[in-house]
């Protein structure tokens, strides 16, 4: 199962989960003009691909998520004012959508 699949599988009690937009951050993330922000947008997709295919647990992948999100946090204050944002969006979106939302769904 790829990663983008397996975020589509997953549906809360109303069914929605924001996919599109997580789909949307990871993928924007990973083509990402700024070499670090494409760096962990990618390991984003190798994450969710391992979670996906049962090589970590969801304690692992949350871990991860929250390793991610710091990094893009501190890397952001050496980063362009336009980069800088990138950063800080990316980050946001892996504490709502991923942390917040997508975590609270996985079994």
């Known amino acids: ?27 924007n993330a990973a083509t990402d ?9 990618q390991k984003m997709k190798r994450y969710i691909q391992q979670l996906a295919d ?10 991860y998520m929250v390793d991610l999100q710091d990094l893009m946090r501190m ?3 050496k980063m362009s004012v336009v980069a800088k944002a990138r950063a800080q969006r990316i980050a946001d979106g892996i504490q709502s ?3 917040d939302r997508l975590l609270k769904l996985i079994p």
Do not use: H, R, S, Y
Request: charged letters at 30%; a negative charge; aromatic letters at 8%.
């Open 1 to 27: 199962m790829k990663w983008d699949d397996f975020i589509k599988g997953i549906v809360d009690d109303a069914g929605t989960l924001a996919k599109n937009e997580l789909v949307d951050l990871i993928t």
């Open 33 to 41: 003009g700024e070499a670090f922000i494409q760096k962990q947008g």
């Open 54 to 63: 049962g090589e970590i647990t969801k304690d692992e992948f949350q871990g």
């Open 75 to 77: 890397e952001a204050l």
């Open 97 to 99: 959508m991923i942390i």
